[in-house]
């Protein structure tokens, strides 16, 4: 089946070029999305970004697959010869753990996908949710994930300020090497407003959040026209769900981190990423932010020295 890319329902999208001039597009896709049993990821190929082929299933679980619900914000980026999902997941069973990031390998990029990781990568006893791979220039393997607003289910309400943090990976992909290092709070952004809903909708039981939560999500790094280390990340602002952009003062993960003053997107719409085609950038992302509207959006940007610009 054929879809233009303005008629593809997903949430959370992502774009990989491999190989040349062959493009799969994956993100959020399950119906069910907030709660209940989970299906698995689909998938789309293009040659064009405009006409896309699918969906093909690109991970279906296993019997004894760890997780059972909310599979989330899916990105594929190639490593050493393989092709690496990383993903989040959550378990409905009571006392299973909270949700996680956890990584899924396969010989192309569309899969199918089998599991890697020995469960989450990201801490066991707090909710972490949006894990994307960076590799530094000394060829380190970063995840970076988003510690939310949510709390666990039946229990505490998550945390008022959402973090960005970061861990080392072991060169197969396959741990996590040490410590977590915080890198930034949403709350340092001054675009950054409390989470809000529309009027008559509620926020989904599962997410368990606390009164007036700033949060963090969908983080994307990427080097500038001049090299230095940027990245692009999700909260809510003014006109609702938003992207905005930070920049690496060292140039390195570990930051300082310092925020960009305006988002780079504002209208309801985020979970975004970077893809560079050719001589063309642009930022994909889901718009609207209102289950079941979203669909997959693509804006051309430049990329500048040390910023990024929507294009028009």
């Given at each position: 089946?054929?879809?233009?890319?303005?008629?593809v329902?997903?949430?959370?999208?992502?774009i990989?070029?491999s190989?040349?001039?062959r493009?799969t597009?994956?993100?959020?896709t399950?119906?069910?999305?907030?709660?209940?049993?989970?299906?698995?990821f689909?998938?789309?190929?293009s040659?064009d970004?405009?006409?896309?082929?699918?969906?093909i299933?690109a991970?279906?679980p296993?019997?004894?697959?760890?997780?059972?619900?909310q599979f989330?914000a899916?990105?594929?980026?190639?490593y050493?010869g393989?092709?690496y999902?990383?993903?989040?997941?959550?378990?409905s069973?009571k006392?299973?753990?909270?949700r996680?990031?956890?990584?899924?390998v396969?010989?192309?990029?569309?899969g199918?996908?089998?599991?890697?990781?020995?469960g989450?990568?990201?801490?066991?006893?707090?909710?972490c949710?949006d894990?994307?791979?960076?590799v530094?220039d000394?060829?380190q393997?970063w995840?970076?994930?988003?510690?939310g607003?949510?709390?666990?289910?039946?229990?505490?309400p998550?945390?008022?300020?959402?973090?960005?943090w970061?861990i080392?990976l072991?060169?197969?992909?396959?741990?996590a090497?040490?410590?977590?290092e915080?890198?930034?709070?949403a709350s340092?952004?001054?675009?950054?407003k409390?989470?809000?809903f529309?009027?008559?909708v509620?926020p989904?039981e599962?997410?368990?959040?606390g009164?007036?939560?700033l949060?963090?999500d969908?983080?994307?790094?990427?080097?500038?026209?001049?090299?230095?280390l940027l990245?692009?990340?999700s909260?809510?602002?003014?006109?609702?769900?938003?992207?905005?952009?930070?920049k690496?003062?060292?140039?390195?993960?570990l930051?300082?981190?310092?925020?960009?003053?305006?988002?780079?997107?504002?209208r309801?719409?985020?979970?975004g990423m970077?893809?560079?085609?050719?001589s063309?950038?642009?930022?994909?992302?889901h718009?609207?932010?209102?289950?079941?509207?979203?669909?997959?959006?693509?804006?051309?940007?430049?990329?500048?020295?040390?910023d990024?610009?929507i294009?028009?």
């Amino acid at each position: 089946m054929t879809s233009k890319i303005s008629d593809v329902r997903m949430r959370d999208p992502f774009i990989l070029e491999s190989p040349p001039g062959r493009f799969t597009l994956v993100g959020t896709t399950d119906a069910n999305l907030w709660g209940g049993p989970a299906t698995g990821f689909d998938c789309y190929t293009s040659a064009d970004l405009e006409d896309w082929e699918g969906p093909i299933p690109a991970f279906r679980p296993p019997p004894d697959f760890w997780s059972d619900t909310q599979f989330w914000a899916p990105e594929i980026h190639p490593y050493e010869g393989r092709f690496y999902m990383f993903a989040t997941f959550a378990n409905s069973s009571k006392g299973a753990g909270p949700r996680g990031v956890a990584v899924l390998v396969s010989g192309h990029p569309t899969g199918p996908f089998t599991p890697w990781s020995d469960g989450p990568l990201t801490p066991r006893q707090v909710p972490c949710l949006d894990g994307t791979l960076f590799v530094d220039d000394g060829l380190q393997p970063w995840l970076v994930y988003s510690r939310g607003a949510e709390g666990l289910p039946g229990g505490a309400p998550g945390i008022s300020d959402g973090e960005m943090w970061a861990i080392r990976l072991s060169s197969d992909l396959k741990t996590a090497v040490g410590q977590p290092e915080l890198l930034f709070t949403a709350s340092s952004a001054g675009w950054s407003k409390p989470l809000w809903f529309p009027e008559g909708v509620e926020p989904p039981e599962q997410l368990n959040l606390g009164k007036d939560p700033l949060f963090t999500d969908g983080p994307f790094l990427f080097r500038s026209s001049d090299g230095h280390l940027l990245m692009l990340w999700s909260s809510f602002g003014e006109e609702g769900y938003a992207m905005g952009i930070a920049k690496s003062e060292t140039g390195t993960v570990l930051g300082p981190w310092t925020q960009r003053p305006r988002p780079i997107w504002a209208r309801n719409g985020g979970h975004g990423m970077i893809f560079t085609n050719a001589s063309k950038a642009y930022l994909v992302f889901h718009w609207p932010n209102d289950t079941p509207n979203e669909r997959v959006k693509l804006v051309e940007v430049e990329i500048g020295a040390d910023d990024v610009h929507i294009v028009g």
